[in-house]
């Protein structure tokens, strides 16, 4: 794959615009250790003629070894590194959702605590957790609703519910964190909590449907599951908790 350790790449850069693909191609070629002949392209008509002459649609082109290898997405691939296919499902978002909630969670329980590691810091994590997910959420309502209608089975009997979810979600979250109006907080957490485990098990463990979750927003690749239901299972566990312990 590297016979030669030169490459060759053509990219945007001009006063109002510098490619953002053109400057991480440049910068992975050098990370592989090749030494990078750079050409900017300050116009569009520069632009223009290169797209025609070459027969391509897009900027930037990198040449190795004379080959034109593609692309920013191509390069990645020729080196090992395809990134992952459009569409293509994932878990990444809501992993990224919880690892900040917990860090949020411990921060604040060693604030406020001396230790990290507290009952509190676990209703925090729990809390934060539903606050951001519902962020994420209400980042696109519309496409929010259209998704969790694809398997929320009260959202198809009732589809104002489908709109109101993120919000009584973010305000469970926020109140539950504070243990402010718990008998507010609680029921709701119970009740979409309740409705939503047993939308997903149905949807997933008896109809066996393959399909994606609302949980990070209408526009995620996160695969309906095991973490969905987890996240509903947690906030009945949380209401359950706070219901028992309300002074905990």
């Known amino acids: 794959m590297t016979d030669t350790k030169t490459a060759e790449i053509h990219r945007m850069v001009m006063d109002t615009h510098v490619c953002p693909y053109g400057v991480k191609a440049k910068w992975l070629l050098e990370k592989n250790g090749f030494k990078v002949e750079d050409h900017h392209l300050t116009t569009r008509e520069q632009t223009d003629n290169f797209k025609e002459r070459h027969a391509v649609s ?106 109101a979810y993120p919000f009584l979600e973010f305000g469970a979250g926020v109140l539950m964190a504070a243990h402010a109006f718990d008998w507010i907080s609680i029921p709701v957490a119970l009740f979409i909590g309740t409705i939503g485990a047993v939308s997903v098990f149905y949807a997933v463990y008896i109809q066996k449907r393959d399909i994606k979750c609302a949980c990070v927003g209408g526009s995620s690749n996160v695969p309906l599951g095991f973490v969905s239901l987890t996240e509903n299972l947690a906030m009945i566990a949380m209401a359950i908790w706070m219901l028992l312990s309300p002074a905990a």
Request: net charge positive; proline share 5%.
């Open 58 to 163: 897009t900027t930037p082109q990198i040449f190795i070894g004379g080959e034109r290898i593609g692309g920013y997405t191509d390069l990645r691939k020729y080196l090992g590194r395809p990134l992952p296919e459009a569409g293509s499902t994932s878990y990444i978002p809501v992993l990224a959702v919880f690892v900040a909630a917990a860090a949020l969670a411990l921060a604040v329980s060693h604030l406020s605590f001396g230790n990290a590691l507290t009952m509190r810091a676990a209703e925090w994590f729990i809390s934060f957790s539903m606050v951001i997910l519902a962020m994420l959420k209400l980042q696109d309502v519309e496409k929010f609703s259209s998704m969790f209608l694809g398997y929320d089975l009260l959202g198809r009997r009732l589809v104002p519910y489908s709109y």
